[in-house]
């Protein structure tokens, strides 16, 4: 088989992926510290349509070198907005109907396998910090903890490769098929 080239793609510009529809779906990174995992979030949200991405706390913010070296652009064409406090976040999505989502290991937390979001429904990801994960305070605030099963010796992923897997469930249920 040959490889599709860069026409075969036929990728949007920026300007055209602006104009798309997107997802009900914002990913919110809760101080998130590695300037590349938040250049490869940018780059995942930019593949599957997300809305924007909630910038928090100690999360770089571009124009960065860094960002920009894993986002390969996504962070021209993603909308993102910057909250010194990941809390007033989380109050400004829940004052727009917004179900928030924290990804973290938590008792009580549901199997991503078993989540199903509904169609019409809008959604928030939050996504935390590489060590200490979501700040506790946002966990207690959100609607429901959401946890990718591990079946290996490791109790996690990375944070980029975590939003990915998540981002990507969120949309194969609401995304109309191709």
């Keep these: 088989m040959e490889k599709k ?15 798309r529809p997107k997802l009900h779906l914002t990913v919110v990174l809760d101080n998130v510290r590695s300037l590349n995992n938040i250049g490869a979030i940018f780059r995942t949200c ?8 909630m910038l928090c706390g100690i999360t770089a913010t571009p124009p960065s070198p860094e960002i920009h070296k894993t986002a390969l652009g996504a962070e021209d064409s993603v909308e993102w907005h910057y909250f ?3 809390m007033q976040c989380i109050d400004a999505l829940h004052a727009e109907g917004y179900t928030v989502c924290a990804l973290e290991q938590v008792k009580g937390s549901v199997s ?19 060590v200490q994960g979501v700040d506790p305070a946002v966990v207690n605030a959100a609607d429901v903890c959401i946890e990718i099963p591990q079946y290996g010796t490791k109790h996690s992923l990375n944070v980029s490769v975590s939003a990915g897997i998540a981002i990507w469930h969120f949309f194969t249920a609401l995304h109309p098929r191709d």
């Design 5 to 19: 080239n860069i026409w075969d793609l036929e990728r949007d510009t920026v300007e055209q992926y602006r104009a």
């Design 46 to 53: 930019d593949a599957f349509l997300v809305d924007r991405i």
């Design 84 to 86: 010194a406090d990941t």
């Design 112 to 130: 991503l396998m078993r989540y199903q979001p509904e169609t019409g429904g809008k959604y928030a990801i939050v996504a935390g910090h590489e």
